[in-house]
């Protein structure tokens, strides 16, 4: 081949092509090279450049293609590729030897191909395959009919080894399990509309190993089919994407079911329930809150909002509203609404009560900010509630008027507590700490063993009871009270024991004061050891004691006339002496002897201020050596006569009070009972009720204070024990401790001249424990109170003087009255007048006296004498 | 117009005393009753409207025991007193005391018009009247 038409041939290529010679000179290159070389080299090489020129140049690419070229002029066809230039291209190189006539190569025909697209092409590919083998999703390729045609790893793992895609010819349409799971159908879809479909499908199911329990699993797939168009736009190829999603959809399949779940409960929710958006359009109510809306007579108005709803407007919701949306914070609040309910008959005004319940939550899914409200109708518990208070009240307040108090006890901290009323009952100040041990101390004794034995009953057996006991108070007030316990069990074990104490004092008086009455007269009378009657001056027997009832021995006597009971009285000795004492007013004795009795009396006749008289007689039979100790008897009859005046003179006094201070009140019950029977008015009757009740107290009060002064006048032999002033000052120091505080008295004692007496106990205290209120009570306003104690030993006994420095007594206007029974002189409400008369009656009674000194704002001096024994 | 201007009810018993008004109102006797539980606040009033004849009661129901000043020391008092009034003063002591020696005593004072002794009944107010 010649030179020019090699250059020809070559020329004619479209690639870059020059011929070297065996030196590595280039013999011809065409245009297309020259070109290139100019693109790379900044020049073009021509015929008679040499290749080793580029060497020099461009070494890398000379090493590249150093051998190659040796190779081919070594008689080989050398292909070759090398990358070159910036960015790096790639180019096959094709070097052909050419042989002249001698069959030796002389000539090397090189030819440049620029194969970077087809590079690219070609790795692009690989990169495509190997993402699509290893995507995660499987992906399956069908011919438009359906036909498999291809699929990655993730398919074939998903089919599962023994599908049939594997194994031969498949067609998608064919198989009827993909008919039952929706994918032919949306194949079918897909073809249709020439467009990608989407769709969640049970495709299959997979065993899981459970521990040792193997469980059939769904799994569920998204299917994505999509078709490849050609050019024309028809199918050319089916796809189909299938990609995992059990777990989101099981997910999804729970979260449904929790919400069906909670739906279900909102919707049966006692309480009402009612959903915002975050714009405060209402969502959802439940059927609570419908019933509400349907008895407020509101319409309820789901879509409506909150701002121009008028239910929300009248709860004031929508200013709710926005607050719980701005802060993000819970709100709960009562509201009480009051509005009209119209209804068939008109209109009606209600009141609710609602407890309401607003907070914001975030919606899982889209995370917008929505609002719950709990609507709660308290309206019923509200006025349980007024009611309970109502009652608590009430009963607080029973338990003032009636005196009830409460108290429990603790079992395991054996903690006691008491209600104010029942520190009340015991005149100690509300809230002192308080121990059982200390609540028994004011008990009586009696009581007192009474109520542990009944407390441990308690404890021990769960045995309730109600006790009636005296109560010592703080202030040494006696008390009658009514105790009631009751145990509280948990889970079988004794917890508290609870209860109430009720003061029954005032009932209790009530109650017995008949009874007491009665008494009163029987122990006054039965005290002397002596007949005792009382007749009027015809004979008619007003009253008569049991001793005289034994000595008469003769049914009843009382109310009937002696001379008529006994006739032979008539004209009697007896007879002769009523008529003398009657006559002369004066007491008459003697004695007599009766002979339908065969026995001899004594008798003592006194008159009395209303004409009655009185007879004392005793038998004197049995002394029947009185002739013989005549004279020694007349020695008695003179003193038992002197003993008898006293008693006499005592029991003219207890007339005189009986008709003072027992007779006012009396006439008051009188009048009270004409005006109330005069009066049919109920509100009247109501008060004079409780004007009898007062004065019925103020009987009891003085038939109380009766009983104690004929209890000291009964006790002459009351014991008499040697006692230390100073102890017993100290013990009614104690007792007062509170009105000595609150007075501040300066309260001074010199016993050392006589520092013992013997003397009752009880009657020593009350007599000092008297001096100390006196001197309290009647203290003067301007200066700090005082009072000095002093005993000495006098001729005779152990005199103890009083002095304080008090207001004074008027004596000269004042002074007989002084000692007097219910007697009063000062202004001062606290004044009973019973006090000193007590504390006489006491020194009397031990053969004592009491006198007093005093001048008007000095101060008081009472002196008392204590006779020896 | 009542029988009575003016009655004073003097004792110290506030029960004695309103059971007292409420019978005296009850029999429309007078036009004011009014009550006192200190003699001498009586005293004082009467001092004060000696020469008032409103002022000053038409009758007098006076008890005897009362703390302070009692109902002798008032009736000695008065005895002077009652010749300074511009009218007649009535008085009758009322006292719950059926001790003869009260009675007795009470009559030392001529000007006392009647010695009464607890309840009162309707029948001895209506003998009060003139």
Redesign the interface.
């Known amino acids: 081949m010649n030179h020019p038409l090699l250059t020809q041939v070559i020329e004619a290529l479209p690639d870059p092509v020059a011929v070297f010679d065996t030196q590595l000179n280039l013999v011809t290159v065409n245009s297309a090279f020259s070109e290139e070389s100019c693109r790379h080299l900044g020049y073009a090489l021509k015929a008679g450049d040499s290749l080793r020129q580029l060497a020099d140049l461009h070494p890398n690419l000379a090493m590249q293609s150093m051998d190659h070229w040796q190779a081919a002029l070594s008689g080989h066809r050398v292909a070759f590729e090398l990358s070159y230039g910036q960015p790096p291209l790639r180019y096959q190189i094709s070097c052909s030897p050419l042989y002249n006539e001698q069959k030796e190569v002389f000539q090397v025909m090189m030819v440049i191909r620029n194969v970077q697209a087809e590079t690219e092409v070609r790795e692009n590919e690989r990169f495509f395959r190997s993402v699509l083998e290893n995507l995660p999703v499987g992906l399956q390729e069908f011919t438009p009919e359906g036909w498999h045609r291809n699929m990655n790893e993730a398919q074939k793992s998903i089919l599962g080894e023994d599908h049939a895609s594997n194994t031969g010819p498949y067609n998608v349409f064919d198989d009827p399990f993909n008919r039952r799971n929706g994918l032919t159908a949306l194949l079918d879809e897909v073809k249709q509309h020439k467009e990608p479909v989407k769709r969640e499908m049970l495709l299959k199911y997979t065993e899981v190993q459970d521990d040792n329990v193997t469980r059939i699993q769904p799994m569920y797939y998204e299917v994505t089919g999509f078709p490849v168009l050609d050019l024309q736009g028809d199918i050319e190829c089916l796809f189909i994407i299938l990609s995992e999603i059990t777990e989101k959809k099981l997910a999804v399949l729970s979260l449904e079911k929790s919400e069906r779940l909670l739906h279900t409960i909102v919707e049966n929710l006692p309480v009402g329930y009612i959903q915002f958006d975050h714009f405060g359009f209402i969502r959802r109510v439940n059927q609570t809150q419908r019933k509400l809306f349907a008895s407020t007579g509101l319409e309820e108005q789901p879509d409506s909002n909150l701002i121009q709803d008028p239910f929300a407007r009248l709860f004031e919701l929508d200013q709710l509203f926005l607050e719980v949306l701005q802060r993000g914070k819970m709100l709960r609040l009562e509201k009480k609404l009051e509005f009209q309910v119209h209804t068939g008959a008109g209109k009606i005004d209600r009141e609710i009560f609602l407890d309401l319940t607003m907070f914001p939550v975030e919606d899982p899914v889209d995370k917008d900010q929505i609002v719950v409200a709990l609507v709660n109708d308290i309206t019923e518990k509200k006025r349980q509630e007024l009611e309970n208070t109502k009652n608590q009240e009430s009963l607080v307040q029973t338990g003032e008027i009636g005196k009830i108090g409460g108290w429990e006890l603790d079992m395991a901290s054996r903690h006691l507590r008491w209600s104010g009323q029942t520190y009340k009952i015991h005149e100690l100040p509300p809230y002192a700490t308080m121990t059982l041990e200390k609540s028994l101390s004011f008990l009586e004794e009696e009581s007192r063993s009474r109520v542990e034995q009944a407390m441990t009953a308690c404890m021990n057996r769960g045995k309730a009871f109600d006790l009636q006991v005296t109560i010592q108070t703080a202030r040494n007030n006696t008390l009658q009270a009514r105790i009631i316990g009751k145990p509280e069990y948990r889970n079988g074990r004794i917890v508290r024991i609870y209860g109430v104490i009720q003061d029954v004092t005032e009932q209790f008086r009530i109650r017995n004061q008949l009874t007491r009455n009665a008494e009163l007269m029987r122990l006054f009378f039965d005290t002397i050891d002596m007949g005792y009657a009382v007749m009027d001056k015809d004979g008619k027997v007003n009253f008569i004691n049991r001793k005289a009832q034994e000595i008469v021995d003769h049914g009843k006597v009382i109310g009937r006339n002696i001379f008529e009971v006994f006739p032979s009285l008539v004209g009697s000795t007896f007879h002769a002496r009523v008529r003398q004492c009657i006559d002369a007013q004066a007491p008459v004795s003697f004695s007599n002897f009766l002979p339908q009795l065969d026995k001899w009396y004594e008798f003592l006749l006194a008159p009395m ?2 004409g009655s008289i009185s007879i004392f007689t005793r038998n004197i039979t049995d002394s029947k050596k009185m002739q013989r100790e005549l004279r020694k008897a007349n020695d008695q009859l003179s003193s038992l006569n002197k003993f008898l005046v006293n008693q006499n003179k005592q029991l003219e006094d207890f007339a ?1 009070i009986t ?2 201070n027992l ?3 009396i ?2 019950l ?3 009972m ?2 109330m029977n ?1 009066s049919d008015n109920e509100q009247e009757q109501e008060m004079y009720k409780g ?1 009898f009740q ?2 019925i107290r ?1 009987i009891d009060e003085t038939l109380n204070d009766l009983i104690e002064i004929v209890q000291i006048r009964k006790d002459l032999n009351v014991e008499r024990e040697t006692l230390a002033f100073a102890d017993r000052l100290q013990k009614v120091k104690d007792i007062l401790l509170v009105d000595m505080e609150t007075s501040s008295i300066r309260l001074t004692a010199d016993f050392s001249e006589a520092p013992h007496i013997d003397y009752p106990r009880i009657y020593l205290d009350s007599i000092l424990q008297n001096l100390l209120t006196n001197a309290i009570k009647y203290r003067a306003t301007d200066r700090p109170p005082s009072l000095h104690l002093q005993s000495r030993a006098v001729d005779g006994g152990i005199m103890l003087t009083a002095e304080d420095n008090g207001m004074g007594i008027d004596m000269e ?1 004042y002074g007989a009255k002084l000692f007097g029974f219910r ?5 001062n409400k606290d ?1 009973k ?1 019973i006090g000193l008369f007590i504390t006489k009656t006491q020194i009397e009674a031990m053969g004592g006296s009491i006198y007093a000194e005093s001048q008007l704002g000095a101060g008081t001096k009472f002196i008392i004498t204590f006779r020896p024994e | 117009m009542k029988p009575l201007q003016s009655i004073f009810i003097v004792d110290d ?1 506030p ?2 005393q ?3 008004e ?2 005296l109102e ?1 029999l429309r006797i007078a036009d004011k009753v009014s009550k006192f539980s ?1 003699a001498q606040d009586v005293l004082d009033h009467i001092r004060l409207n000696a020469a008032d004849q409103s002022g000053l009661p038409d009758l007098i129901l006076l008890d005897l ?1 009362m ?2 000043m009692d109902g002798w ?1 008032f009736l000695e008092v008065f005895a002077e007193l009652r010749y300074q009034l511009s009218k007649p003063v009535r008085i009758y002591v009322l006292t ?6 009260d009675r007795q005593r009470v009559d030392q004072f001529d000007f006392v018009s009647g010695y009464l ?6 029948d001895i107010i209506m003998a009060l009247l003139p």
């Not at chain 1, 007697?823 to 202004?827: G, N, V």
């Not at chain 2, 719950?96 to 020696?101: A, F, K, L, Q, V």
């Not at chain 2, 002794?117 to 309707?122: F, I, V, Y």
């Open positions: 201020q209303d005189h008709s003072h007779r006012a009140p006439a008051n009188k009048a009270l004409q005006i005069e004007m007062e004065v103020n206007r007697k009063t002189f000062h202004k004044a007048g | 018993d029960i004695h309103q059971i007292t409420i019978m009850r200190d025991n703390p302070v020391e719950s005391s059926i001790d003869e020696r002794t607890k309840p009162l009944t309707n």
